[in-house]
């Protein structure tokens, strides 16, 4: 392990990210010793059988002792806690650093827990699926995939150089910006179009003259791509709408005032502006697939999948 | 050719649909002979190279000459005026099909030119991709897929028999519907998806805030998925909208209601009614995998794709 980028590394809350991150982490060698600590028992006891880590803790501030980085990977909404439990452990010179999907709000609420000797760095993998849990990471999740590296007022430009290298040594590619613009834009590439994806199934299952079942049956005509995506987790979603509040709304906003022309639009016949629109997305497609964000395989590749069952 | 369920097939309009029936209905040996015919000249060039229809016509009049079964495969727009060219020429018993995605206004312009000698019965698969033209179309896209066929007063139970015989031949499960029914239904699982997906595409690239160029490196975190959508056929899309207005202003009134409700629990904290909702529609991704209407692998079994470039 001369290589390694950091001798002992802390992963708090063991999820489907926390768990990519150690099997990441231990194809590459990237690190000496994988601690982790999960809230929940059965999460650490499955953790301890699966054996991607080499110490699983009862504790986060166990996890925490003597680490040179601590990432914490829970949901949003306990970042907070975790790093009231974790700051005073921290040995000087440590890293503190979490994946969480928010960056304004969760750094409001760790920054003030992390001692003068240590570095508080925030990232944000742009990786992950709808499943949750340690059975559901891979060491292959952040291949290719962008991470955010936020520069806080008064970061430590060498801690940042490290997290930086962590995260390219886990398959990543890097780049930093601004809690504040990292929030603006993950409203509109992500958190709204989860918001109306669950928004959409919602409505579906409610209706009077539809019936659920017909919903499921004819899903194949373009509802369920957006029942993947509202299936994902309901507390991590949960806390991102509750912690990015003013950026999702002011999105949401310009979502609905765009809609609100396009209804006006159907209604009035004006063929003409629906066409201008469908022509203009399909641009912004081929430059995702062209920047390898996505396959161009028909329908996700579901093509290639095995036949479908009755 | 023993079981042949039909003679002659007519197929006008070449593309995604009109090619996979051809291809579909080859594979099954369902048919005697396949004729085609393409408003763009150089989809028919096309269609003679691939090789997967008997002959090739200049025009769909040609193609339904002695035809049993002449399906309209072109965007909904063209139906009346291919209704209006190839009813003349239908024999008796001959029957006319289609596949729009709407129901009611399609039936409304073809109906009227059908002769009293030969059967209307319109239909429509559940099946596709974001791909158009005959390189798009595959004998497999129908498979396990619903088909509707619509009963319209009137109809002859037989013909309606025989169009439902044909696209289980291809490979689909069939059921009926009114048309009225059938448009309310595709409103809200597959027009208004569509137009939300193409909505959102659209308010994404017009921000001030926010670069295209960051919408199209982040977009792994939810975006990408409703790109896909949004690089659907423009003009197939917005024949579907002017064609299906009333049902999907209705659906889309719903959509936007609910929405204002989450709007306000987002802005107001209430946290437990977001639960609610997220956990609500993990139950029907549920369903729909358990019904064989998609892959239950993690991001549509983009895991196990080739890698992404760089
Ligand atoms: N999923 C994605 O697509 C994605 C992508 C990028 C970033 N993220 C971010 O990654 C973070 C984790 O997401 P995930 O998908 O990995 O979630 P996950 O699979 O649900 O894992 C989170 C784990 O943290 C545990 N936990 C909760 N509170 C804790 C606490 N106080 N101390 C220790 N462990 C605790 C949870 O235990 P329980 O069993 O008790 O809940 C669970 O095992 C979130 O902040 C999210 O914003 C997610
Ligand atoms: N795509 C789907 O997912 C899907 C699913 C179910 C049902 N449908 C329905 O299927 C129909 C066809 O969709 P598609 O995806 O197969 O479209 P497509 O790939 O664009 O093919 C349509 C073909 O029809 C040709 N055409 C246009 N006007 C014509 C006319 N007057 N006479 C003869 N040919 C004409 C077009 O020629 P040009 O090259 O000149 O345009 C094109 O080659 C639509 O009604 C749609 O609602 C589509």
Not at 64 to 79: F, H, K, R, S, Y
Request: aromatic share 6%.
């Amino acid at each position: 392990m001369a290589d390694a980028l950091f001798g002992r590394v802390a992963i708090v809350g063991v999820g489907l990210i926390g768990s990519s991150i150690a099997r990441a982490a231990r194809r590459a060698g990237l690190v000496g010793t994988i601690a982790a600590s999960d809230a929940d028992a059965a999460v650490r006891a499955r953790v301890r059988e699966l054996g991607f880590v080499d110490e699983v803790t009862e504790t986060s501030a166990e996890a925490a002792e003597g680490a040179d980085l601590v990432i914490v990977c829970t949901p949003i909404g306990a970042c907070g806690a975790v790093a009231a439990e974790v700051g005073p452990r921290l040995k000087p010179g440590a890293i503190l650093s979490d994946v969480g999907s928010v960056k304004g709000a969760v750094i409001s609420v760790m920054a003030p827990h992390v001692p003068p000797h240590a570095h508080f760095v925030p990232a944000h993998p742009i990786a992950g699926t709808e499943n949750s849990g340690p059975d559901a990471g891979f060491a292959e999740l952040f291949d290719g995939r962008w991470a955010i590296v936020v520069e806080t007022p008064g970061s430590d430009p060498q801690a940042v150089a490290k997290v930086r290298a962590f995260w390219e040594g886990l398959g990543a590619k890097t780049d930093t910006m601004t809690a504040e613009h990292h929030d603006l834009v993950f409203a509109i590439v992500s958190h709204v179009p989860h918001l109306i994806a669950y928004n959409i199934v919602g409505t579906a299952a409610d209706l009077e003259d539809v019936t659920q079942s017909e919903v499921i049956k004819y899903s194949a005509s373009g509802f369920r791509d957006f029942t993947r995506i509202a299936a994902s987790d309901p507390t991590m979603w949960r806390d991102v709408f509750l912690n990015n509040r003013d950026a999702v709304l002011q999105m949401l906003g310009r979502f609905v005032e765009d809609l609100t022309a396009l209804q006006r639009a159907i209604r009035w016949g004006e063929g003409d502006k629906l066409f201008d629109l469908f022509t203009r997305t399909r641009a912004i497609r081929r430059d995702i697939i062209e920047q390898g964000q996505d396959t161009a395989a028909p329908d996700f590749g579901r093509r290639s999948a095995p036949p479908a069952g009755e």
